[in-house]
């Protein structure tokens, strides 16, 4: 498929950036359908939850993209200053520290919604 839109994963977050270049392609219909339950919008914030975890991306652009199994934490109205230091404290090493107590997993580290839910 050489044309669609983006699907952002894990893999496509790496040092706190969204990396496009390798991203799959999907179709209007599968854009569409998780678009119903977790559109991303400028302003949230998205964090790799399998593989490699951690790296949250404060999303600032307006290009159009879905995700699959990446945590998305949104804020309602303008919160410019609360996104920004809820992705420092994402990056704190204590703040790591403690959700790599909660991964799961042993070939494929993964960390569940629930434990940013708490």
Not at 92 to 112: A, H, L, Y
Request: net charge positive; charged share 25%.
């Amino acid at each position: 498929m050489d044309k669609g839109y983006p699907l952002i994963t894990s893999k496509n977050i790496t040092n706190n950036t969204l990396d496009f270049s390798n991203s799959k392609l999907i179709s209007k219909s599968d854009f569409d359908n998780i678009n119903k339950r977790s559109k991303v919008d400028n302003g949230d914030i998205l964090y790799a939850m399998i593989g490699t975890i951690g790296f949250p991306v404060l999303i600032e652009t307006d290009k159009e993209f879905a995700i699959k199994n990446v945590a998305l934490f949104k804020f309602k109205g303008n919160k410019v200053l609360l996104n920004k230091f809820l992705r420092e404290l994402l990056n704190f090493e204590i703040i790591q520290n403690q959700i790599d107590f909660e991964t799961k997993g042993s070939s494929r580290k993964f960390v569940s919604l629930s434990i940013f839910r708490k």
